[in-house]
DNA sequence: GAGTGGTCTAGACCACGTA
DNA sequence: ACGTGGTCTAGACCACTCG
């Protein structure tokens, strides 16, 4: 009774979804090509709907395909933003009354909108980098082409910038950074932290991400002059839509 | 006796989605807890199997569980290696004649296989940025603490390596960096691109990735005095891994 | 052996987009 | 109006894990 060497071959379902991706990752099959839909694939394969389902499903997970209801399901589109992770912070860029989202974008239209500004009492991790326990935070989200793309949200020492323009609606040309220098504080250092993960529903929704739609995660800290952090800045990415790039020497 | 679903409101299989999900958040069900299986599902709500089992599925591809066959359904572990970007890759790490790989893992143990050497044909992109058609490529994988974590693969200048320590499976203390610096091509400044994106099956495979995983793809250019591209690594990181960290000047 | 997740069938009704 | 994907039921058999 031992025995029986189970043989394993891919379910009908993984072997569907295989083929359908190789046409997409061939080229087969385009940006924004329509894919045969659950109906197309019970008739032509002679499976139940659940199963078709199943195989449409593993490459809306891997983000190579987006369903639309009433519609069909299509082969995803990839329009990556590059965000410069240093050069776009250097000195010059605030200094000159430039904002940071300028040098990402190259002409193409972005708004900024779902700003709050609130005073908050410290998460336990920005209140330990900041060394204070009441923080200003801006939150907003980045929309480029109409699409929102990033929620960022910056921790501001509460003490440090009670009363100036860094906790009102406009921040003035240059940004918060130009206003911190201002106050004595330019930031000399920055230190980002990159992750990636699945989204969260309240991410899911504001960025309005599809199934199969990593977030990166980065974290950032500026350190004015005697390395004393003054902003710590959360955003959250639609990871579809960004390139991130660092240049730095040996 | 069935009642007519309500669909102003949240599917079911995403409302148990989200009361377990807040279990996981809230900390009430911790790293490697069990969660409610599909049969615990189907008679606490009185559901269908195949909802129970959608139920679950979001959890899963959010990352924050993962299913074992026969055992059942489980709480993610998470525990990141930093990978410092701009530290681990100074003058004196490899001048110094250590492995890049020893300022990430502080102490952890780590292991590479899999290795794989050859000469081939560039592809378009890594020929357009290396200016060459010809490549000598060092594939391999790294793991830490016995799980696989990154998949590497870089290329070079057939040329510029040919006969070589760099085309060695073994390329000597201080690694290709030192090699390429006794040529007279050492590095001097580095160019990474970042993104984030679901695993293709390969990766899955070769990475030992669970469902809601995404990977990380960092794509390094190296590039000698006089901004001579002398090796392009492509490299694919388990993103439940992996904390990424770049730190520069304003 | 009992329980678990993995796959699959054959139906049903719904909300939605497009024509 | 029609076809699409979205949700759900009520079964079934399988492979696997664990006590």
């Known amino acids: 009774m031992t025995e029986s060497p189970v043989h394993h071959e891919s379910p009908i379902y993984r072997r569907i979804a295989d083929r359908l991706r190789d046409q997409i990752l061939s ?7 329509r894919l045969p839909g659950e109906n197309a694939l019970m008739n032509e394969y002679g499976i139940a709907r659940a199963t078709a389902r199943q195989a449409l499903a593993v490459l809306i ?6 369903p639309k209801r009433g519609s069909g399901v299509y082969v995803r589109l990839f329009r990556p933003i590059r965000r410069h992770g240093s050069r776009r912070l250097s000195r010059e860029q605030w200094a000159q009354g ?12 972005y708004a900024v909108d779902e700003v709050r500004i609130a005073r908050e009492a410290a998460s336990e991790h920005v209140g330990r980098v900041l060394g204070t326990e009441e923080v200003w935070v801006r939150r907003r989200r ?6 929102p793309v990033q929620l ?21 040309p240059g940004g918060v950074y130009a206003r911190l220098g201002e106050l004595g ?29 990593p977030v990166i995660s980065v ?32």
């Open 27 to 33: 080229g087969a099959l385009g940006d924004g090509d």
């Open 61 to 66: 997970n891997e983000g190579l395909a987006v």
């Open 98 to 109: 430039l904002a940071i989202w300028d040098s990402d974008t190259r002409g193409r239209s």
């Open 142 to 147: 980045y929309s480029v082409d109409g699409r």
């Open 152 to 172: 960022a949200a910056s921790f501001f020492p509460a003490d440090l910038v009670e009363g100036t323009a860094v906790v009102l609606p406009d921040t003035g």
């Open 185 to 213: 504080h330019a930031p000399v250092h920055f230190s980002e932290e990159v992750r990636a993960r699945m989204p969260l529903p309240g991410e899911t929704e504001l960025l309005n991400l599809p199934a199969g739609t």
């Open 219 to 250: 974290t950032r800290v500026a350190l004015a002059e005697g390395g004393v952090a003054v902003e710590v800045n959360e955003m959250t990415l639609d990871a579809a839509s960004y390139v991130l790039q660092y240049d730095f020497d040996a």
